[in-house]
């Protein structure tokens, strides 16, 4: 009968020792890894720098919107001012030809109560 021997599970085992090769494929390895990080950092830098494009674009776009708002705002205000001064000088001019007429009729009323007067000083002399 033939002894099996025991495993051995490293004990006792050295390493064995790196060949050239072994540091090649290393070295190969790395390099490999070093273009694949400096590839996705282009991607990276390419993917942040079109978001950046595209986000002032839109700010641009809002801009554009919001300064076109003004304008019509402020196109809107102008319109609506220059509708209330005009009703403002109509309505003034309308006081203003009231009060004329008024002013006529305590005219009109004063000069004929000053002619009653002046007649009735003039018969009074005449009479006297």
């Known amino acids: ?4 021997p025991a495993p051995d599970h490293g004990r006792g085992r050295t390493a064995p020792p790196r ?10 390895t790395e390099a490999r890894l070093d273009r694949a990080l400096a590839a996705a950092h282009a991607t990276a830098t390419a993917a942040v720098a079109a978001a950046s494009q595209r986000a002032d674009a839109a700010i641009a776009t ?7 708002a003004r304008a019509r705002i402020a196109a809107e205000i102008a319109t ?5 001064c005009r009703a403002l000088a109509e309505q003034a001019h309308g006081q203003a030809a009231r009060f004329d007429a008024m002013r006529g009729d305590a005219l009109d009323a004063i000069a004929m109560a000053l002619a009653r007067r002046l007649a009735a000083i003039a018969l009074d002399e005449v009479a006297a």
């Open 80 to 84: 609506a001012t220059a509708a209330q």
């Open 19 to 28: 060949s050239i090769s072994d540091l090649g494929v290393l070295v190969e």
């Open 62 to 68: 809002v801009d554009g919107e919001i300064e076109h």
């Open 1 to 4: 009968m033939t002894a099996i």
